[in-house]
Each structure stands twice: as C-alpha cells, then as structure tokens.
C-alpha cells in the first residue's frame, strides 16, 4: 500500500518561507516523478512544481517559478518543496503525488497522478 505523507505547512507573513515535504512509503520514489499540487478553497487543483525522481530535472508553474523549488531525496524516499518570497495567493491546502507509471513525459495534469497525500495547509499573511 503506497502512502504518501506530507508536513512542514503553517503559517506564514508575506515574503517568508516554508519548506514542504513528502515521505513515501510502500513504494520507493527513485522509479517515478513526483509532483507537488495545491487547492485553495473553492478553486480547482492546481500544479506547482514536478520532479523526475530518477535524473532530478524539476518543472514549475509559472506563478511559482523563481521562488519554489522542488527536490528530491531518494535515499530517504521523500520530495521537498522549498518556498520563498511566500505571497498571499501561496494560501492553499498542498498535496504530492506520484506521477502514473504509464503517463509518459512531463505533465501537470491532476489526473495524471495518484497516490495523493492528505495535504499541508500553507497560509500567507499579507
């Protein structure tokens, strides 16, 4: 059974930091990519950032580009998410995910993952 479990939410002032992570278990990390997502209330799940767990190559969303930045630990089977210059439209529920086995390239597709974590609620205040 594949778990993932993500922590290091909070709250936080504009221009501070967080650094999310995402723990797997049942399933190592280092054959798949990996994507942090986030769902603000009432609004759509969005993608942020990917990463592919075997080379390391990282893709963003271009409302976080230059101030996230996602990695990978593969002996530890987790992915961070390292977030700066935090604003207040960074506020959402953050969830990872792996990205399906059979999904070739890049995607930032919800439904292009499974395996979803409960989330880590990020709040910004302004």
């Known amino acids: 059974q594949v778990q993932l479990v993500e922590s290091g939410g909070g709250l936080v002032q504009a221009g501070g930091s967080l650094r999310l992570s995402c723990a797997a278990s049942g399933r190592t990390v280092s054959n798949y990519a990996m994507g942090w997502f986030r769902q603000a209330p009432g609004k759509e799940r969005e993608f942020v950032a990917r990463?592919?767990?075997?080379?390391?190559?990282?893709n963003y969303s271009d409302s976080v580009k230059g101030r996230f930045t996602m990695s990978r630990d593969n002996s530890k089977n987790t992915v961070y998410l390292q977030m700066n210059s935090l604003k207040p439209e960074d506020t959402a529920g953050y969830y990872c995910?792996?990205?399906?086995?059979?999904?070739?390239?890049?995607?930032?597709?919800?439904?292009?993952?499974?395996?979803w974590g409960q989330g880590t609620q990020v709040t910004v205040s302004s």
């Open positions: 990463v592919n767990l075997r080379w390391g190559n990282t």
């Open positions: 995910a792996f990205q399906k086995a059979d999904i070739v390239g890049v995607t930032t597709l919800p439904k292009d993952y499974e395996y």
